[in-house]
């Protein structure tokens, strides 16, 4: 794969990273948020009120998105709203430019700031917006395209995140529901892992604190570099996992999953767009887990799961030999005088990218050391966060 492309991939390693040292039990739909951005396919975070949905694509959002400025174009424009069955167009789409209907122009929409014009947006209980709203959605989200005043214009939209406490089964709202190739599920965290929760969440409570809720991190990326990863989709090999594509894709039919060919074709891009994750231009079967994300009920993830083990178990492991103990902790060791250099955002982001990388070198090795070596590793990246806090 070409560099330029390796250095995007590095800088969504950053935004992993910093992610799933902030949100509890949430690494599956950081992933998935990013292969979303990766191949411009639309999300969906269903799961009871509290569980961290809205906070999680908020900063997911401005990892992304540079903050905004007076007077000024952010570079990934932002958009956001919570939709009750009350919520208006305008509030989405803008007002009617009623000045240029006076002077004989027509109807069209004042869309500047808004959903029209945003190339990241998150809305927040998607399926209790009215029809006039959802009408649009569909076009929105499948063509990219805004009927104004009944002349469509092209939107720079990227992809969107919704979110909703219940999946939907009327009938009305089922295209809307089949826009979302990927279906994230987000429970309160479990019992083992309440402990890291509170500290995570107070964390960033005290952030609150100190800052207020306007409170923003530096984006790592950006919109150009975001395309050009989607455009290099277009290189991935899928040759070798297309036989056990179909094979899959026929068993999560048959397990009730209406699962449209519109959106299996979507799921097969979504495969081309783990490899690029992984930095890679060729899928491999591990590459199939997108496929779990694809349930209409939640009841059928378990059975989803079933199907891809087989596929998910064949993983491969990068070829080479284990480099010695000896350079492993020495590079600890340099990752804990970084940590003691941390002053910004990047600062953090870079040492959180090194920790994980050795977090998973550590964890493919065989050898009895390699405990000793993640109990390093892990207490250095503890106390480092906990300074942070």
Not at 3 to 25: C, P, T, Y
Not at 259 to 266: F, H, M, Q, T, V
Not at 317 to 340: D, F, M, N, Y
């Amino acid at each position: 794969m070409q560099q330029e492309l390796l250095d995007i991939v590095s800088d969504l390693d950053d935004i992993a990273g910093i992610l799933k040292n902030s949100f509890v039990e949430r690494d599956e739909a950081v992933e998935m948020l990013i292969i979303g951005a990766i191949a411009q396919e639309h999300v969906l975070l269903t799961g009871p009120p509290g569980t961290g949905k809205s906070e999680l694509v908020k900063r997911f959002a401005q990892l992304l998105a540079p903050a905004r400025e007076t007077g000024t174009e952010p570079e990934i424009p932002y958009f956001e709203y919570l939709l009750t069955r009350f919520t208006e167009p305008n509030e989405l789409f803008g007002p009617v430019d009623i000045q240029t209907f006076q002077q004989g122009g027509g109807y069209r929409r004042l869309i500047r700031g808004l959903l029209p014009t945003a190339e990241i947006a998150f809305l927040d209980e998607i399926f209790k917006a009215n029809s006039a709203i959802l009408n649009a959605l569909l076009t929105i989200l499948n063509e990219r395209l805004f009927y104004n005043g009944g002349r469509p214009e092209r939107i720079p939209l990227l992809f969107l995140i919704g979110a909703t406490n219940q999946v939907p089964d009327d009938p009305e709202l089922a295209a809307l529901f089949d826009r979302f190739t990927i279906r994230l599920w987000a429970e309160n965290v479990t019992a083992n892992h309440f402990d890291e929760l509170l500290r995570c969440g107070w964390r960033l409570e005290r952030e609150r604190i100190r800052e207020g809720f306007a409170a923003r991190v530096d984006n790592l990326t950006t919109s150009q570099a975001l395309r050009r990863l989607h455009r290099a989709l277009n290189l991935v090999n899928l040759d070798s996992i297309r036989l056990s594509f179909n094979e899959v894709i026929r068993r999560i039919r048959a397990e009730g999953v209406e699962l449209s060919d519109r959106r299996a074709i979507r799921l097969f891009k979504l495969v081309a767009a783990a490899a690029l994750r992984r930095g890679s231009l060729e899928a491999e079967e591990a590459d199939l887990h997108v496929l779990a994300h694809c349930w209409d009920r939640r009841e059928q993830a378990e059975a989803l799961e079933a199907i891809l083990a087989p596929h998910l178990a064949a993983r491969t492991r990068p070829a080479g030999r284990s480099r010695p103990t000896e350079t492993l902790g020495a590079e600890i060791g340099i990752l804990e005088k970084a940590a003691a250099a941390i002053s910004t955002d990047i600062d953090l982001a870079d040492f959180l990218h090194q920790a994980e990388r050795l977090r998973r070198e550590i964890a493919g090795r065989p050898d009895p050391a390699a405990n000793a070596l993640g109990r390093r590793l892990e207490g250095v990246i503890d106390t480092t966060l906990e300074k942070l806090t």
